[in-house]
């Protein structure tokens, strides 16, 4: 079930990145984000409402999931799309921001005093290398790109890592609907502001823009970002940001397929690297946790 759910995450994610190259033709950044989320936004209402999922919730943790949207999404998605928009590949956008797992891999201990074990750390080390290996491969291919254009996705980066610790040192667990009814409805807000304010609310007549609109919502909100927070939830930081490592040469890979964007010996390697790290962090998290069972088990048969 792990396996399958990991699968899932991966593939769901990585489409959210091919979904901004496909938008990126037919309109704005704000505009396509504006329309993946209002609309959303209200279905998600409408069911929240009519299951009373609100009822129990406290206004703190009410305002807290708004943060943690705002910063998940809101500031994770509009860096991603801007970037793509500037002519950065959807491939390097993923790598960029497969650094993530690093930085959250390092603050995990002193912020949410998690212990991460030497077979994790090997793992997470594992997968920066991988990732550096296909970041320098796509880099060195990307040409009339503007050098601080590769900058925006590290802003989006930091964004999702803010999230995941805020999730991570919350006293109260709210329901997955609800979390996600109040992220989107924060993002269906501030996308809506911005496209209203530049001017760019407007949809174009076009099918393929909601196509895109479409695939975003299916793939890339329910599917990535729903089992984002379900793996979180489950498993931990440690492995849902392994797990990240692979979205960089998921999403080159599918990128070179797509848009033809360059795919490589050195990106097969750092797909490699990748698959290696997240196989040594999941056996490793196994270990430790057939070890824990059988040591409760003995303490329970001596007393």
Known sequence: MNFLLSAAFVLCWSSGFIGAK?????????????????????????????????????????????????????????????????????????????????????LAGPLLHQYVSRRQWLGLCLGVGGVGIVTAADAAASTGVAWWAYLIPFVGMLSLVAATFLESRSRTQVAPAVAMTTHCLTSAVVFTALAVGTGAATPPAELAFWGTITWLVVFSTFGGYGLYWIILRRSGVTEVNTLMFLMAPVTALWGALMFGEPFGVQTALGLAAGLAAVVIVQRGDRSSATAHASATRSGTMTR
């Open 22 to 106: 496909l938008g990126a033709g037919s309109a704005s950044a704000v505009t396509i984000l504006m329309w993946r989320f209002l609309p959303l936004a209200v279905v998600l209402i409408v069911v929240a409402a009519a299951r009373r999922s609100w009822r129990d919730v406290a206004a703190r943790d009410v305002g807290r999931q708004a943060l943690i949207g705002v910063l998940s999404q809101s500031g994770y998605l509009l860096t991603v799309y801007h970037a793509i928009q500037l002519g950065v590949s959807s491939g390097t956008t993923a790598l960029i921001d497969g650094v993530q797992p690093l930085v959250a891999g390092a």
